[in-house]
């Protein structure tokens, strides 16, 4: 994926150890790609990043945004595979990165924050270099079934 516009302090346009500070790359998809969040408190959280560095779903066109959703739903449907959560959150915030992008949340009843708001980073909750490994291989798994 080779974004028109790139933001240049941008972890979604730059990858490498910008993404890694706080996610891993799962795959490319139609128009963004997907992210594992790193910190796993809620299991299973994940990133869909529009391709191309826009701050705002007002700044891309109609069937854009319709392909950007398609995604999001896609990648819902995978997590929702894999990790069989009560709730999916869907969070799009921006206010320190103005990178289109929207955060996928899976919530479980036993979990600490069931009922109320996620927080953004806990720093709880990091896995291994196997764990994220085989989190990504069964989410790719499951995209595959969508």
Same mark, same amino acid.
């Given at each position: 994926?080779?974004?028109?516009? !790139?933001?240049?302090?941008?972890?979604?346009?730059?990858?490498?150890?910008?993404?890694?500070?706080?996610?891993?790359? !799962?795959?490319?998809?139609?128009?963004?790609?997907?992210?594992?969040?790193?910190?796993?408190?809620?299991?299973?959280?994940?990133?869909?990043?529009?391709?191309?560095?826009?701050?705002? !779903?007002?700044?891309?066109?109609?069937?854009?945004?319709?392909?950007?959703?398609?995604?999001?739903?896609?990648?819902?449907?995978? !997590?929702?595979?894999?990790?069989?959560?009560?709730?999916?959150?869907?969070?799009?915030?921006?206010?320190?990165?103005?990178?289109?992008?929207?955060?996928?949340?899976?919530?479980?009843?036993?979990?600490?924050?069931?009922?109320?708001?996620?927080?953004?980073?806990?720093?709880?909750?990091?896995?291994?270099?196997?764990?994220?490994?085989?989190?990504?291989?069964?989410?790719?798994?499951?995209?595959?079934?969508?």
């Amino acid at each position: 994926m080779k974004p028109e516009i !790139i933001g240049e302090n941008c972890g979604y346009c730059q990858g490498g150890e910008l993404l890694a500070k706080f996610g891993i790359k !799962i795959c490319d998809m139609d128009v963004s790609q997907l992210i594992l969040f790193k910190e796993q408190s809620k299991r299973g959280r994940c990133i869909v990043a529009y391709q191309d560095h826009v701050s705002e !779903i007002v700044d891309i066109s109609d069937e854009m945004r319709n392909r950007f959703f398609a995604d999001v739903n896609r990648a819902a449907k995978a !997590i929702h595979q894999v990790f069989h959560p009560d709730k999916l959150n869907y969070g799009a915030y921006g206010d320190t990165g103005c990178h289109l992008h929207m955060h996928l949340v899976p919530k479980y009843k036993d979990g600490d924050e069931w009922g109320g708001v996620f927080q953004m980073n806990p720093d709880k909750v990091y896995l291994t270099d196997e764990e994220y490994g085989k989190m990504i291989r069964d989410i790719r798994e499951a995209l595959e079934r969508c």
